[in-house]
């Protein structure tokens, strides 16, 4: 069955550095783009990112343009999500999903349980 | 950017009852909408995709319908387990995403 596990969340300091993974299993990882999506404590969903399943094509949203960058490394099943120059609004439980990009809306048909990042000082 | 408003914010039904949840965007999207469920502590869920499709072992009793601006999530009869928040998602033609801010459905 489809599996993915993110970790490496955790405590950081505004303008600190934080590296997400997710590990896939489950299904042949090379074949499907992968996102993350995150979610602020008691707020709604925000795409943060998306890459294409050869990491050729990578896209972000406004908010976080600059400051991450999304990865994969296919022999290891494994996405990531490097994040520089943490701001206190980045706060939030971050998920990697998988991508259905075959369909119109590329709908997130399975979806990690999430990994905590807190930006505090 | 293509901003996704739903309505209502909130919707208290009993079991039994139909839901209607309604997602619109501002500017057409064609069939590019998805609609999940979260449940406290959860992951979010796909129900629905392009607009109309049930994703894999989604019940029956949930529909999606609409194209361009507007469109519905429809849950026929309301059972314990459908109390919870539901968003919509579109992808734009120049392939970024977007979430709505969310339903949240509880009980009467």
């Known amino acids: 069955q489809v599996q993915l596990v993110e970790s490496g969340g955790g405590l950081v300091k505004p303008g600190g550095s934080l590296r997400l993974s997710c590990a896939a299993s489950?299904?042949?990882?090379?074949?499907?783009?992968m996102s993350w999506i995150r979610q602020a404590p008691g707020k709604g969903l925000e795409w943060v990112s998306y890459?294409?399943?050869?990491?050729?094509?990578?896209n972000y949203a406004d908010s976080v343009k600059g400051r991450f960058t999304i990865s994969r490394d296919n022999a290891k099943n494994s996405l990531y999500l490097q994040m520089n120059s943490l701001r206190a609004e980045d706060t939030a439980v971050y998920y990697c999903?998988?991508?259905?990009?075959?369909?119109?809306?590329?709908?997130?048909?399975?979806w990690g349980q999430g990994t905590l990042v807190t930006v505090s000082s | 950017e293509i901003v996704l408003t739903q309505s209502p914010a909130t919707l208290s039904l009993s079991p039994g009852e139909r839901a209607t949840l309604s997602c619109r965007a501002s500017?057409?999207?064609?069939?590019?909408l998805a609609w999940y469920q979260q449940k406290p502590g959860q992951a979010p869920r796909l129900l629905i995709y392009?607009?109309?499709n049930r994703a894999t072992g989604i019940p029956a009793r949930f529909s999606g319908s609409g194209s361009g601006t507007d469109f519905t999530l429809t849950i026929s009869s309301l059972e314990p387990e459908d109390f919870a928040v539901y968003y919509c998602?579109?992808?734009?033609?120049?392939?970024?995403?977007?979430f709505g801010p969310g339903t949240k459905v509880d009980i009467k």
């Open positions: 999903a998988r991508v259905l990009r075959y369909s119109s809306s590329w709908p997130l048909d399975y």
């Open positions: 489950g299904f042949t990882f090379s074949d499907y783009y």
């Open positions: 890459i294409s399943s050869s990491s050729s094509y990578t």
């Open positions: 500017q057409s999207v064609s069939s590019y």
């Open positions: 392009d607009a109309s």
């Open positions: 998602q579109q992808r734009s033609n120049s392939r970024l995403f977007t």
